[in-house]
């Protein structure tokens, strides 16, 4: 526990990222997702699946390029920015296609080999993505709603199923976790992110609770999914990068995994409501 908070301590200034976003945002972003991705990718050779490291680091580095010309240029709307939605999908064929065709050589490679290199870079630098996409938009503190929404659920999480927990919520996945543990962290992220937006934009602190709620759950489904896999690839941690957490994976799964949620929210409440 007392590693936990030192370690917690440390990662701190990355919250000045946050604050700064444009190409800050982008590199740390892209950062995490090509070390992520490694990590992923590392993890599967235990089950003697082999993805291709390459593929993945030049599909990764692509996507994020196509954000460059748009991360120095005026914030647009989110509805606006839909026209720029051809880049993402081009980019997903170009990544699934890649991955399947580097599965010809059947002689060397087995079909699994293929489904690990596209599962990493969908599950991992796309989702990661959303962060730039965010940031992006004349939105962009709702930035601060993904990181607020995947720690704090995690936080509150922890503590409420430590003095309240009784019912196992997925004993196969992570056995310390409750059900009395996931309400307390879905409470505890609606309410830091309503508080957050009460502060810093008070018209959308309504919003801003349905995002706390929405990216909670998101967070917990990205922390049981990171978990799926390393119960399956026989490891405790992505890697030891982090004192106390492990490695970019195991502190970033449930980030990874709220980002995209609060940028289509926001796109569907933008659409909606007209704000």
């Known amino acids: 526990m007392k590693t936990r908070i030192i370690s917690g301590f440390i990662m701190a200034p990355l919250l000045i990222v946050l604050y700064l976003g444009g190409w800050w945002l982008w590199a740390a972003a892209l950062l995490i997702a090509v070390m992520g991705l490694q990590e992923f990718y590392k993890g599967w050779n235990s089950l003697d699946v082999h993805p291709s490291k390459e593929i993945g680091y030049i599909m990764t580095v692509l996507l994020f390029v196509t954000a460059i010309p748009l991360s120095t240029g005026t914030k647009s709307n989110v509805p606006q920015f839909y026209e720029n939605m051809m880049v993402i999908c081009i980019w997903l064929f170009l990544a699934v296609a ?48 993904v990181v607020i929404a995947a720690f704090g659920s995690d936080i509150f999480a922890y503590f409420t199923g430590y003095f309240l927990g009784k019912h196992k919520m997925a004993p196969n996945l992570s056995p310390k976790k409750t059900i009395e543990g996931a309400v307390g962290g879905l409470i505890g992220s609606s309410l830091l992110a309503w508080l957050f937006g009460f502060i810093f934009m008070r018209e959308l602190a309504l919003v801003c609770l349905m995002l706390g709620l929405a990216g909670g759950a998101a967070g917990m489904a990205g922390d049981l999914t990171a978990s799926a896999f390393k119960r399956k690839m026989g490891i405790k941690d992505y890697g030891t990068l982090i004192p106390g957490h492990g490695g970019i994976m195991d502190r970033f799964d449930s980030v990874i995994f709220v980002a995209p949620v609060v940028y289509y929210v926001i796109c569907l409440m933008t659409g909606i409501l007209n704000i």
């Not at 059947?106 to 989702?127: E, H, K, N």
């Open 98 to 145: 890649a991955g399947l065709i580097y599965g010809w050589k059947i002689d060397r490679r087995g079909p699994y080999d293929s489904v690990a290199t596209v599962t990493g870079l969908v599950y991992i630098p796309f989702f990661t993505y959303h962060m730039i996409l965010i940031d992006m938009t004349e939105y962009r503190l709702f930035i601060w709603i």
